[in-house]
């Protein structure tokens, strides 16, 4: 019997009379000889001959190499494999920084080319370079919320104006007395009236107050460590200027404030960031080596809005309410001249852009139906 009908080679195709088709890289089809063995008829049938009939001087059958056959069959392989893999590739890791020669590494903001001493420079550059923002109420000094409430209320009826509700003197919180009046209140426009208002709403709370100033014990020990490092302070408030004089002189830390920001020097309060920026251009700090001290979230809003730190101290608020800020304490005892090291140590907001990035807002391109047939068409 013959027996290489239906035979297998070694490469697992059919062995075929005539051509063998095989793909090129052009994915054409590309016709080459594989086999050629004569055919013969048994019983009407077309079978292929045995390799036997080689020996009985059958036709003379040619058999290619096997291993020009399995080197086509390869080479047809990594061509399919180099197609679906792209040649320009780029593995590059993404490190958003600009590798142009020259703009790395990128321009230090704390940096001045006009010191021509360079420990200077190296200083400035460095993390312990920075600057300290306080405020009066509530971080240096023991406060009492109720008393600014209650003075806001006492005005409005000597005013004869209906008392503000409980949002708006919490949305008032952190303003300047003119700002309040005139942008929240709405109780007069007049800028005679208004200063008028202003000053007599602080008399009414000064007399609240009792001229009873007290240091908060965990601050004073604080601001001696930030005063043996050297570290400027500035001290930041809406109240007016003779406020805070009498206030330091009867507590007696005359000198220990580099910079002093009232109410006079500034035209709105928080939660503008005017305050801060002001008070960091008298230090001659950049405000990202500014860490600015308060006891709100309008002065969170109004520290990051000036691009600077904010440590949050949870005297008035709780702590998860201030969890916006870069640091929260109770007490700002808890710190410590490496923690503000840290805060001015980080590189996004000093290496970064100041410009904010436009968000582009997709619009949705898909029509709206005009009927409610239309609808039901969509949605079936």
Request: glycine share 6%; hydrophobic share 40%; proline share 7%.
């Amino acid at each position: 019997m013959v027996d290489s009908v239906a035979a297998t080679s070694i490469l697992g195709h059919l062995p075929v009379c005539g051509r063998y088709c095989s793909k090129d890289v052009s994915r054409r089809r590309k016709p080459f000889d594989v086999s050629q063995i004569p055919v013969r008829k048994i019983m009407g049938k077309r079978v292929v001959c045995p390799p036997l009939l080689w020996r009985l001087g059958a036709d003379r059958i040619r058999v290619p190499s096997i291993q020009a056959q399995a080197m086509e069959l390869t080479k047809e392989a990594y061509t399919y494999r180099e197609e679906r893999i792209p040649r320009d590739l780029d593995y590059r890791i993404d490190t958003d920084v600009d590798r142009k020669p020259g703009l790395w590494p990128p321009d230090n903001k704390a940096d001045n080319p006009l010191l021509h001493n360079p420990l200077l420079r190296q200083e400035r550059m460095g993390c312990g370079w920075l600057g300290a923002i306080f405020e009066w109420e509530g971080v240096l000094m023991e406060d009492n919320p109720d008393l600014e409430k209650q003075a806001w209320l006492a005005l409005s009826e000597e005013e004869g104006k209906s008392p503000p509700p409980a949002f708006t003197l919490c949305r008032i919180e952190g303003m300047k007395n003119e700002q309040a009046i005139s942008e929240v209140l709405c109780w007069s426009r007049d800028p005679g009236q208004v200063r008028r208002m202003a000053n007599r709403k602080e008399e009414i709370y000064q007399a609240l107050q009792g001229g009873i100033y007290r240091f908060r014990p965990d601050s004073q020990e604080f601001v001696n460590v930030l005063m043996h490092y050297k570290i400027p302070i500035a001290l930041v408030s809406t109240r007016p200027r003779k406020t805070l004089e009498t206030a330091i002189g009867a507590i007696g830390i005359e000198g220990v404030f580099n910079v002093i920001v009232a109410a006079e020097d500034v035209h709105r309060g928080k939660p503008d960031p005017e305050m801060f920026v002001y008070a960091a251009q008298l230090l001659n700090f950049i405000p990202e080596r500014c860490i600015v001290f308060g006891n709100s979230n309008q002065t969170v809003e109004a520290a990051h809005d000036a691009r600077m730190k904010c440590v949050a101290v949870a005297s008035k608020h709780p702590v998860y309410e201030l969890g916006a800020a870069d640091l929260v304490v109770r007490h700002l005892d808890e710190l410590s001249v490496v923690d503000l090291k840290n805060l001015a140590d980080i590189e996004s907001a000093e290496f970064g852009t100041s410009e904010p990035e436009l968000e582009i807002e997709e619009e949705d391109m898909e029509p709206y139906p005009l009927s409610s047939t239309a609808t039901d068409d969509i949605f079936w």
